[in-house]
């Protein structure tokens, strides 16, 4: 099974409100990964998490704070987002850390800040 | 630092027709490769992957790719190209923390 689950699948959220992203894979993989995509653009590395820790954060805003609870599960917190936030989400996970893997991606969150 | 170029935006090929996707890349060192597809509002599927040995690698749904190191190229190819290939194409490079370099992607259209 290659399957990473990603909800919800559409989110409308005001620049005051707090929500959550959630991520959820059972392929035993220990590497997850938060992308931002923009129309038209490839996805952007936003944040990586390595048996449960935080590895890479690419100078993202604050507005955005991820969290991974288990090996299984991974969340993006928003909060005071803005409307250039405005994006698809996509989260992805790849075996063990060491070395190069593929990265299997979900379908993906559709953010709009209003 | 590593670069995925793709020269091509957009692609129409009619239905039945053969396909060649066109990806270079920067890296020193063998490079690991992979190519993805993306439907619309959908995310990505990895097709295929290149890490080493055989320099041709077939992937699913019928593609296959070609790692030529002379020319920095992993090029994407189907033989026979169905409507339902119709979406973006992305290439990409890993690198050392296993991130992934992207190249801009490649849209290909197919008609009928």
């Known amino acids: 099974d290659t399957e990473v689950t990603q909800t919800p699948k559409h989110l409308v959220m005001g620049m005051t409100n707090k929500k959550s992203l959630k991520c959820e894979q059972h392929?035993?993989?220990?590497?997850m990964y938060w992308y931002k995509q923009k129309a038209k653009k490839p996805p952007e590395l936003m944040f990586v998490y390595s048996y449960e820790k935080l590895s890479i954060n690419e100078s993202v805003p604050s507005r955005f704070s991820p969290e991974c609870p288990n090996s299984s599960l991974l969340n993006l917190h928003l909060h005071a987002l803005q409307p250039e936030d405005s994006a698809l989400y996509l989260c992805?996970?790849?075996?063990?850390?060491?070395?190069?893997?593929?990265?299997?991606f979900g379908p993906g969150t559709r953010l709009t800040v209003t | 630092a590593q670069s995925v170029t793709q020269p091509d935006i957009h692609i129409t090929v009619s239905e039945g027709a053969s396909l060649e996707l066109r990806c270079n890349y920067s890296?020193?060192?063998?490079?690991?490769l992979f190519w993805y597809v993306q439907s619309p509002g959908q995310g990505l599927q990895l097709l295929l992957k290149y890490f080493s040995g055989d320099t041709l690698v077939q992937g699913i749904k019928g593609f296959e790719a070609e790692f030529k190191r002379s020319q920095s190229s992993f090029n994407l190819r189907k033989p026979s190209v169905h409507w339902s290939d119709a979406a973006e194409y992305f290439c990409?490079?890993?690198?050392?923390?296993?991130?992934?370099?992207f190249g801009a992607g490649t849209i290909l259209r197919v008609k009928s």
């Open positions: 990409a490079v890993g690198e050392y923390g296993n991130k992934l370099v």
């Open positions: 392929m035993g993989h220990r590497a």
């Open positions: 890296y020193g060192a063998t490079p690991y």
């Open positions: 992805a996970s790849s075996p063990p850390t060491s070395g190069i893997h593929e990265q299997y």
